[in-house]
């Protein structure tokens, strides 16, 4: 099913969520600077350097970026359309659809659209702030002209839902940086995984889904992922996903187009 002969796919993917992640797991984080801080990592550090090393592995990747994110930061998301990345839709805030109204949920969507593409993005897809749907969120992604979605994990292989034209990318918690690295200090029930371990995990899932001629998309997020040993762990995976035998490297969008 893929194009020029591959057979396999990828899709590397970013999840730009600054503060916002925070102040949606905690509105009280909003007066939380220590916390925040977490997530104001990613547009001083994190993402210029993910920028960076894209650009030296000649990869063009897809950052999914919540309106709020890009009213805070609109430098940081004109860097990533300059240098020639996709813009897909995470929210306005960093908000589950699943706990919104119908009419909140298509205020989100329509306002977070609205900001990124008047920084320049050409926005048609969405991905979830909690990679889940609301019994709306189909035919609001349809009347508000997105083309797909990347938020559940029923298939290795993309498809169009049944009733509507979305293309649906599936994801995974297994490819996605969160479950292995996230900590929240109000907690401390989580163990932060060391690089080589989720390196490893990761190298045997894209042997899985090169095997099974699926589509294997990374999920990371700027503020985890871009800590320097992580980064170096991401640099190492990303050459050894370049290097697979057939196998079709391409922007979320890119990838979606090609599905009947």
Not at 7 to 21: I, L, R
Not at 237 to 256: K, N, P, S, Y
Request: proline residues 7%; hydrophobic residues 40%; glycine residues 6%.
């Amino acid at each position: 099913m893929w194009p020029n002969g591959a057979t396999s796919a990828a899709v590397v993917s970013f999840d730009f969520d600054a503060e916002e992640v925070w102040i949606g797991e905690d509105p009280e984080n909003a007066r939380r600077p220590g916390t925040l801080s977490q997530g104001s990592y990613d547009a001083k550090v994190a993402v210029p350097a993910i920028l960076d090393l894209l650009d030296r592995l000649s990869l063009t990747a897809t950052f999914f970026v919540p309106g709020r994110v890009a009213e805070r930061y609109p430098d940081r998301v004109r860097d990533i359309i300059k240098a020639g990345h996709e813009i897909g839709h995470h929210g306005y805030t960093h908000t589950s659809p699943t706990s919104l109204t119908r009419e909140q949920e298509e205020a989100e969507l329509t306002k977070g659209k609205e900001v990124l593409e008047a920084l320049g993005a050409e926005v048609v897809g969405y991905r979830s702030p909690s990679w889940d749907f609301s019994p709306h969120t189909l035919d609001l992604l349809v009347s508000h002209g997105f083309a797909y979605s990347s938020n559940l994990m029923d298939d290795i292989r993309p498809y169009r839902h049944p009733k509507h034209p979305i293309v649906e990318l599936p994801v995974h918690w297994t490819i996605d940086d969160a479950p292995h690295f996230w900590f929240d200090a109000a907690s401390w029930v989580k163990t932060i995984r060391s690089a080589a371990e989720v390196e490893s995990l990761w190298r045997e899932e894209l042997e899985g889904y090169v095997a099974l001629e699926g589509m294997f998309m990374l999920t990371t997020h700027p503020q985890i992922i871009g800590r320097p040993g992580r980064l170096l762990m991401l640099e190492r995976f990303l050459r050894h996903l370049t290097q697979q035998e057939g196998i079709w490297i391409a922007t979320a969008r890119t990838v979606a187009e090609s599905v009947p």
